[in-house]
């Protein structure tokens, strides 16, 4: 978030000062370079964490199959919405929206991204669609959207909380009991999880000890057993902008998931858990 991203994703940040004026943005790109902006994440410590090899590997295969160069931009997640809808480069790990297919283009889905329900206590929450979570408040990274059936839940069944963007105070105010559950991106952590018990148990024993606020560690939690959204996951530019290169990147996409060569990307950090 992870919009991966949610992404993060990997995560998805911070509001800005830029939108209240006519600023212009101008990162510091080589000639024709187009930006591509990942939403910055926090690390435990509130700072901005780096950009994951995964991440980079992929620019750098798109650059390779597509003869464009593609910069890396780290931005708070809602600015580099708006830059990219201003038409201003590329958004890495945008998901689909009702509202989002509006203002931006999307290429061809590079990744399906598998969100989680966590939830405080210690018995497993039964949740096996959106409709379990009828009436519950949820929280989710800020800026964040899932896909369609999230925007629809969210919506009509469920009420949503914005959560701070650092992976320590979310824990914090769940366990608080502020909320009775919230969506965690698998992808968050650069692994790829098959199972609600197999993300629970890297939380324990790889997250957990890395928070400075240790009771975190002693509290009951549980993950459902079956992630509760499927989301696809873009590059996306503003409506009728970069058409030629969209389409260059889509192609390359397409290629890449029928060689095999996008899976091995996005899933070749899992035998490589911190």
Partial sequence: MFDFLTWHSRQLIFASLIFGGSSIFTPT?????????VGEVLDIHGRPAEVSRDINEFVRYLESETGLSLKIVVLPWNRAKEYAKNGQG????FSKSPERIIDYDFSEPFWVEKIWLISAGKKQVKVHS??????????????????????AAKATIFKVDDDTLSMERRFQK?????NNGMLWIGRRLDSEFDSGAELKAYLIKNLFPTFSDQHIAAQEFTVAYTPIFFDTIHFACAKGKYQGEMTKISKAIEHGKRSGRIKLIFTNSKANLN
């Fill in 29 to 37: 790109l080589a000639q024709n370079s187009i930006p591509v902006y």
């Fill in 90 to 93: 590329f958004l890495f790990g």
């Fill in 130 to 151: 959106p409709k379990d979570l009828l009436g519950q408040i949820i929280g989710v990274e800020r800026g964040a959207s899932y896909g369609f059936e999230f925007e």
């Fill in 174 to 178: 769940l366990f608080s009991g502020r």
